[in-house]
């Protein structure tokens, strides 16, 4: 019943920009905490960013000073603004939370960071 929907993924130069969104269905989205998760080919799925019910965040070093987490609780709705994009966050992204002891992850967008 929980579904998240991701969008906002591309191709984009070293030192661009974009911005990701994640659409939360079938959960009470204010009462949960909410992440990014990244999986670049060939690698394990790590967290980039983390936002808790109240919009406290932790970012992964790699991404700290670049990326900023977000939430709309009215929209239900989490976001990810990647500035200062580097080839190496070349990745597949998932949004991801977790209800009732179950996690539940988006399709993932996939992202390219290229000249």
């Known amino acids: 019943q929980v579904q998240l929907v991701e969008s906002g993924g591309g191709l984009v130069q070293p030192g661009g920009s974009l911005r990701l969104s994640c659409a939360a269905s079938g959960m009470n989205f204010k009462d949960y905490p909410m992440g990014w998760y990244r999986q670049a080919p060939g690698k394990q799925r790590d967290v980039v960013a983390l936002?808790?019910?109240?919009?406290?965040?932790n970012y992964a070093d790699s991404v700290k000073g670049r990326f900023t987490i977000s939430r709309d609780n009215a929209k239900k709705m989490v976001f990810l603004q990647m500035n200062s994009l580097k080839p190496e966050d070349t990745a597949v992204y998932y949004c991801v939370t977790t209800v009732r002891t179950t996690d539940y992850w988006g399709q993932g967008t996939q992202v390219t960071v290229a000249s």
């Open positions: 936002i808790t019910s109240d919009g406290n965040t």
